[in-house]
């Protein structure tokens, strides 16, 4: 009996081993994924009685078949479409990040201000060393910031920070010195782009039009790249190609810009510009066009024929379409780069001189003026003769302005000359503006002040502390005096900036308000003959003289003759010259006897006495 009950004790001992093996082999075992069909049974499997099964409403029906059905159709779409449609679906995608990024920039800059102005120089002097150092720095961020985002952008971006540029008078100098870059320096485009363009405009890659191309470009600006390269002949040309993808985004970057002013405009409202783009959208999609860019070339130069110093690259029709441009290469350095300039033995009063005489003639008489003349698009080399030679590029931002108006800027330049205060105001209303002072200060940028001439040209400390203050003070005023000019002055405007901030690059050699006002240069008799007959009175390049030949040209046909005109001229400049002296030595008779009664103190000497002496 004893062995049974041992033999079962030890039965019932191992079976509870093995349950205690086995469970611990369950607990030990790693937990198995179920498979996709069984959690697809799962899902689909009826829900247990205590949840209802609640339908969905139609609208998030809609939201989620929206959400998932649009990408997957435009994923499907971009896969099937031609390259061009790629390219433009691209370019909406692009809209969206560059609207972003202009947008962070600007409140980026905003906010920089902002923390600088009511946090850190909280309670500091304006003046003080402290204020102007972090200011700088601030400045510096934010010309930085807009560098940054007008070259990632690109395109109509860049063109706007290059116009910037000519306002050194009233930007600081942070911003001037960064800006700069802009005028030559853009993104660059790949080989394979350019080859793209070429077969989509000419049906053949550059090597098959050029005997020679250089894909590795020698300059970028805002809407394309230059490239060297030789035709079959041997010549060497320029090639100035569009990025492949501007005329597709024109349009997209305009409306993002005119969203951007208007947002600016709704914080801001007195910084209100988006009336400007909207005037000038038309111009600038000409720019686009490169058949027109090489028209305008042409007429520019037949315009400018009678100056032997101006020198228009010629247009090679052959290898040139809408987004491509072939024209002769033209060795120069910048107008503005004194070094170079100096190395190569010129003279920058020369050059200062021909450079204003070449854009008063087309400002005051042609009336066909390039509205982009910045250092960029002017080079300077040394022609046959030894002196400079100017060398005009970029000629797809053109505005012409009618005879009326140039009849009127003509005398109102002269009228702000001799401080004749009745002339200024008729001829600015024959404009459209009424403020016709302060219309005058913004086209001459320098203060006017009337019975006094400007005794130097140079601008002086306080003469450019007023005009930065008055362009903040009085920004509303300035505003609606150009929202009365006609629209193409705004352009003109933006030429007469441009040059004066040149002029002001190279130290100001010439008075640039006189020599435009009165300047006379007799042409030489070699001058007169590549002028021929009748031309010789058009070798000129003055207010004065510009309105006189429009004046006369109105006059009945027997008044048209080259001698007519050219005794009138003389006879307008003759008056002009007289009435200037008279004026320049009535005020240095005034100023004398004021000295000398001071001196013999019949009059006491004033610290405003001698501020006017020395104005």
Known sequence: MLLPRVTLCCLLTLQSQLCHFYSFLRHSRPKLQPSPAVVLRRNLRAPPARWSWRPQPLWRKVLSATA????LLLGAHYITAEPQEKRRMRLVADGAGRFCRSLRVGLKISLDYWWCTNVLLRGVEENSPEYLEVMSACHQRAADALVAGAISNGGLYVKLGQGLCSFNHLLPPEYIRTLRVLEDRALTRGFQEVDELFLEDFQAPPHKLFQEFDYQPIAAASLAQVHRARLHDGTAVAVKVQYIDLQDRFDGDIHTLELLLRLVEFMHPSFGFSWVLQDLKGTLAQELDFENEGRNAERCARDLKQFHYVVVPRVHW???????????????????????IKSMGLAVKDIAEKLIQTFA???FYTGFIHSDPHPGNVLVRKGPDGKAQLVLLDHGLYQFLDKKDRSALCQLWRAIILRDDAAMKAHAAALGVQDYFLFSEVLMQRPVRLGRLWRSHLLSR???????????????????????????????????????????????????????????????????RRAGPGQADRVSHSAVRGWSRLAGEAQPTVHRTSLWRHARVVWEMLKF???????????????????????????????????????
């Open 318 to 340: 052959d290898t040139s379409s809408k987004r491509v441009l072939t024209a002769e290469f033209c060795e120069g350095c910048k107008v503005n780069d004194l070094e170079a």
């Open 361 to 363: 003639e087309q400002i």
């Open 577 to 615: 010259e007289v009435a200037l002296r008279l004026e320049t030595l009535s005020m240095r008779l005034t100023a004398l006897l004021v000295r000398v009664l001071a001196h013999l103190g019949l009059m006491s000497s004033t610290k405003e006495l001698y501020e006017y002496l020395e104005t």
């Open 68 to 71: 998932v059905g649009v990408p």
């Open 462 to 528: 306080e003469e450019a502390a007023y005009m930065q203050a008055m362009a903040r003070e009085h920004f509303e005023d300035i505003m609606a005096v150009l929202k009365a000019l006609p629209r193409p002055m705004l352009l003109v405007l933006r030429n007469v900036n441009t040059v004066r901030a040149i002029n002001a690059a190279l130290g100001a050699p010439v008075d640039r308000y006189f020599l435009m006002a009165k300047r006379w240069v007799w042409p030489e008799r070699s001058e007169l």
